[in-house]
């Protein structure tokens, strides 16, 4: 089915096609839309969600937590502040291993207060053991909704999924886009038949309870084995997933990158824009390329290695600024991969676009530009800088 | 970059006036038609009578680029007063053209245009709208200025689709169709260029 809709739009009617058993609500800038879209499909009656009204997000994700212990499929959605307001709880919806899913609409995260699109709010979460999934626009965000439970319930992950989209520049663009036929949705997704859960009275279990050093670390281990195994998961569904649509995704998308002597590393619809620069670049004869990171974590450091091997120079943009005086998270972590290949390509880290500062096609070129100009002299100058603020000359 | 083959639109408005509902439609219906669309709002502080940009890129392959439009074909101004406030023709392409909300003729609100020496259209939406709603809603009419002047899309299947469009968007006020309707043909009639 051909439509055109919002990011926002997407996930809301990736929802009704999905009528998971609880969604626990609260709304906040820019995904207020995927709870309020959800909420007209609840009050019509064309789902039969438990939809839970609460007084904040602590309170959403909490409900979230109980029900999917009870054994029902639970969905949130959420933005900046609302997550940082649900910090605790996601490290104890990872630890309890409940498969939730929650459509992450990116924000900024205050200081000073800002509704636009970064990545802070997420990567803040990034060690929450949680698996996050990031689409570059409307249809990805649909899509990677859609695979987020057959990822996370799977016996082998059993870990809850963020799937994360850009505030505003994705969640309120409308684009066109393909929908799946609702019956073919719900037979991807199939029943959530969890192992144990509260109301299973052949095996009663407690949830959450104190966890002392002689078990502690036992548990902490399957929860990172679990995210390890998930890559293989993410992988398998994207192979289901192309079955049903057409449409194939894998840890990372590459672009142009066969014989790419120069290449970007970013995240979500900045990945869209730099698209755009590599086919100019191309035209010119420069052997341009990009990866745009859909899975974050888990972190696809050994495919990555293969990916940027044959590369001379890299750029890592980050649209978070993860103040460690070093770096942003998408660099420290593309880096690292890097580091046990023999002949390494040079890399910088640019950290852009904070609070919804545009990325211009430009912009991407002058990183090229960049790049070209390190390959020839193999001096890469400043390691880690930041674009397109107004306050300091820029390097680029 | 921008593909020959592709339209952008800019818009500007004052927050609570219905231009990011036009640029909105606007995708929507040519989408409908078979275009690859983007229609979307670009926020600043959320407040009525603030200004706020929407834009549209409309094109016959899928657009991956989402940034600002910077060099619009066509930028319509959905309310005059921003014309002392916003440099509205900022990147306006030198053959497309300025859709402006007054009851000025082109030729009168040229000198308003920070040397601006393409093509210059006036509508008086704010007039069409309340004779024929009731009440200032401007953008209905701005839409059609905007699909009229740039050509984008055919204007009698722009009118049979958007009725289409209207039907899904005013399902609990369908009193509104009718006079939506009216408002987009009389804008079409009534569209001034200069």
């Known amino acids: 089915m051909s439509h055109r809709l919002s990011g926002n739009e997407a996930v809301a009617y990736a929802l009704k096609q999905i009528n998971p058993d609880v969604m626990g609500a609260f709304p906040i800038t820019p995904s207020t839309e995927i709870p309020e879209q959800f909420a007209n499909y609840v009050a019509n009656g064309e789902v039969n969600t438990e939809y839970v009204t609460v007084e904040s997000e602590h309170s959403s994700m909490s409900v979230c937590i109980a029900a999917q212990a009870a054994g029902a499929r639970s969905v949130s959605a959420t933005s900046s502040c609302g997550l940082a307001l649900m910090y605790e709880l996601l490290y104890v919806a990872a630890s309890c291993r409940l498969p939730i899913t929650l459509a992450c609409v990116n924000r900024a995260l205050s200081g000073p207060i800002n509704i636009n699109h970064d990545y802070s709010d997420s990567m803040g979460a990034r060690d929450s053991g949680w698996i996050q999934i990031y689409a570059e626009n409307n249809q990805e965000a649909y899509d990677n909704f859609i695979m987020a439970m057959p990822i996370g319930e799977h016996l082998s992950v059993r870990l809850p999924v963020m799937s994360c989209m850009d505030g505003f520049i994705t969640s309120h663009a409308v684009e066109n886009i393909e929908l799946l036929e609702t019956d073919a949705v719900r037979s991807f997704i199939g029943e959530y038949k969890p192992e144990n859960y509260l109301l299973k009275k052949e095996n009663p279990l407690a949830v959450g309870p104190y966890d002392i050093s002689p078990y502690y670390m036992e548990h902490k281990v399957q929860e990172a084995e679990a995210m390890k195994a998930a890559k293989a998961r993410i992988l398998e569904v994207a192979a289901e997933f192309a079955k049903i649509s057409g449409r194939s995704y894998g840890l990372f998308e590459e672009y142009r990158m066969e014989d790419a002597e120069f290449a970007l590393v970013l995240m979500g619809s900045s990945a869209g824009t730099a698209k755009a620069a590599v086919d100019k670049l191309r035209e010119d004869g420069v052997k341009a390329g990009l990866v745009k990171i859909r899975v974050f974590r888990p972190f696809p450091g050994e495919e990555l290695v293969r990916a940027l091997a044959g590369t001379r120079a890299v750029a890592v943009m980050d649209k978070s600024e993860g103040f460690s005086g070093s770096g942003g998270p998408l660099f420290a972590e593309t880096r690292s991969a890097l580091y046990d290949l023999k002949e390494r390509p040079h890399m910088i880290n640019i950290v852009f676009g904070l609070g919804g500062r545009d990325l211009k096609v430009e912009d991407v070129e002058k990183v090229f530009g960049r790049l070209a100009n390190i390959a020839v002299t193999g001096e890469i100058g400043p390691l880690y800088t930041h674009m397109g603020q107004r306050s300091k000359e820029e390097i680029v | ?194």
């Open chain 2, 1 to 194: 970059m921008a593909s020959n083959d592709m339209v952008e639109i800019r818009w500007h408005g004052r927050g609570g006036q219905g231009a990011k509902m036009a640029c909105m439609l606007l995708a929507d219906v040519a989408g409908l038609q078979g275009k690859y669309v983007q229609g979307f709002p670009e926020y600043g502080p959320e407040r009525m009578g603030a200004p706020i940009t929407a834009y549209n890129r409309i094109s016959e392959k899928r657009c991956n680029i989402h940034s600002n439009i910077y060099y619009p074909d066509y930028v319509v101004v959905v309310d005059e007063s921003l014309l002392d406030s916003v440099d509205v023709t900022g990147g306006l392409k030198e053959d497309g053209a300025i859709i402006i909300n007054t009851p000025s003729s082109p030729r009168e609100i040229r000198p308003r245009l920070n040397g601006w020496t393409g093509k210059v259209c006036t509508i008086d939406a704010r007039r069409i709208s309340e004779e024929v709603l009731g009440s200032n809603f401007p953008n209905t009419p701005m839409l059609a200025a905007a699909v009229k002047v740039s050509g984008v899309l055919e204007s009698g299947h722009f009118l049979a689709n958007i009725e289409e469009s209207f039907k899904h968007k005013f399902a609990a006020k369908p009193q509104l169709i009718e006079g939506n309707m009216a408002t987009l043909k009389k804008s079409m009639e009534e569209v001034r260029l200069g």
